[in-house]
């Protein structure tokens, strides 16, 4: 069976700060891999998805950065945090496309916070 | 445009009564549609999926949803809520072809009174 690893679980770093959370898939291969934001309150916004090594489409412009150095994992990055970046970041997978528009599958979440 | 709707933000049941939670999608071919439960602190865990067929599906956990081609609408339904069923609830639209992107709607909070 398939499962998602995500962590740290919590993190708290300054502003200015450099952040890298990390995000891994077993049981599966070549998924689609997300990362999403939830700030208090609201849903979800996705930040970026990538559909393969190296490939990396951003959804909201800003300073974080995503990386996918191989297959199944997936890496989000800042080189420096704003107040603004807390929240609690999802990471997620699906199936490839290939017809079978298969469910999103979430790990646990970072909650961030930046002071 | 692909979107979602949850109406309710916030819900408030009785323990034992039952429940509906509302969604309401626009989408320009058959919908790929989903509901996900969110416990606080969480990642959201998938309850249901719809993707063609009986229009009335089961999920996890006692919820059920229908799909409803003529009212755009996907809501998740259980009979008899318990206490542990408190949590945010989520509906989504999965990806159309190419785009490899979901849609959520913002949520319902539920509330299970004892």
């Known amino acids: 069976s398939q499962t998602i690893h995500q962590w740290p679980a919590t993190l708290v770093q300054p502003v200015g700060s450099p952040l890298s959370l990390e995000c891994t898939v077993e049981?599966?291969?070549?998924?689609?891999l997300y990362w999403y934001r939830q700030a208090a309150g609201r849903g979800l916004q996705l930040l970026f998805y990538?559909?393969?090594?190296?490939?990396i489409s951003s959804e909201v412009p800003q300073n974080l950065s995503a990386s996918r150095p191989q297959d199944r994992q997936f890496i989000l990055s800042s080189k420096k945090l704003l107040l603004s970046d807390s929240g609690f970041y999802l990471c997620?997978?699906?199936?490839?496309?290939?017809?079978?528009?298969?469910?999103?599958?979430f790990g646990n979440g970072t909650r961030l916070t930046v002071t | 445009a692909q979107s979602v709707t949850q109406p309710d933000i916030h819900i408030t049941v009785s323990e034992g009564a039952s429940l509906e939670l509302r969604c309401n999608y626009s989408?320009?071919?058959?919908?790929?549609l989903f509901w996900y439960v969110q416990s606080p602190g969480q990642g959201l865990q998938l309850l249901l999926k719809?993707?063609?067929?009986?229009?009335l599906v089961q999920g996890i956990k006692g919820f059920e949803a229908e799909f409803k081609r003529s009212q755009s609408s996907f809501n998740l339904r259980k009979p008899s809520v318990h206490w542990s069923d408190a949590a945010e609830y989520f509906c989504?639209?999965?990806?159309?072809?190419?785009?490899?992107?979901?849609?959520f709607g913002t949520g319902t909070r539920l509330k299970v009174l004892a």
């Open positions: 997620a997978w699906s199936k490839p496309a290939s017809g079978d528009n298969s469910p999103l599958h």
């Open positions: 049981g599966t291969s070549n998924p689609n």
């Open positions: 990538s559909v393969g090594i190296g490939q």
């Open positions: 989408y320009g071919a058959t919908p790929y």
């Open positions: 719809y993707f063609s067929g009986d229009t």
């Open positions: 989504a639209v999965g990806a159309a072809s190419g785009t490899y992107k979901y849609i």
